[in-house]
């Protein structure tokens, strides 16, 4: 009898903490969500609603045509040009680059590499806010201000990304590459048909990444862009704001378009992604 209490008591107990555990995601989750379903429905609402005390989570009236109004307030049809080109740009330029680099670091021999490596890594750890106005500079001395080189050249190399790729590749067994060396091939062959294919999930990871902080990137996109039809699409949500009023219901249904390109892509890929964040780094 004895044992049969002390096994109801134990099963008893891992409910009570799965049903508290569950909870606690379930609560975490929402917390996470609210903000993104409160832009959500803001952006049905009218300026009235959005200021009415007490709030109310749901719009009196569902106003659509928020969603015209911001397309009719500005360009923002090449807006979303400007940025999807250019966040598909440098992620397309990273994902060769970066692979260069990683599989350089983490399979050639040749002196100083590992310190070479370090050094790489270290300039992480370097603020966007000193080489902000170098990089000005630079891009100012090349005629590029307010181009679409401006914004793309200088994020065609990552530190991170090279850092993410290398650790990945490091996890692929060499004895593929030996024996597509035997077969014949050269270094870029062996990255081409052996390593690229086996590293799909960091480079989903990497991809998704990169384009996302590109697509979001607001400073950058500030300091070198000048005229309208350069700007992107962070920069044109700013048009709904000014020194006396923000646009509330204008904004948030800018702020809703905007992260749609976000989602499809991580929708499309979230298998690599998830995959590629539990293997990577998992040799040093």
Known sequence: MKMKKNKQKKSLAKISTSVVTHLGVYLLAFLTFAPFLWMVLTSFKDMGDIFQYPPKFLPEE???????????AAP????????????????????????????????????????????????MMIPFNVTMIPGFMVLHWFGWIDTYQALIVPGLASAFGTFLLRQFFMTIPKELEEAAVIDGANKLQVLWKIII??????????AIFTFMGVFNDFIWALIVVNTEEMRTVQLGL????????TQWDLLMAGSVTAILPILIVFFISQKYFIKGITLSGLKD
């Open 62 to 72: 569902f106003h659509f045509d928020n969603y015209s109004k911001v397309f009719d």
């Open 238 to 245: 700013a048009v709904f704001r000014d020194r006396y009023l």
């Open 76 to 123: 923002f049809g090449r807006y979303y040009l400007n940025s999807i080109f250019v966040a598909v740009s440098v992620t397309i330029g990273q994902l060769i680059t970066c692979s260069m680099a990683a599989y350089a670091f983490a399979r050639l021999k040749f002196k100083g590499r590992d310190p070479l490596f370090y050094l790489f890594l270290a300039t």
């Open 197 to 206: 294919p086996n590293a799909k999930p960091a480079l989903a990871t990497l």
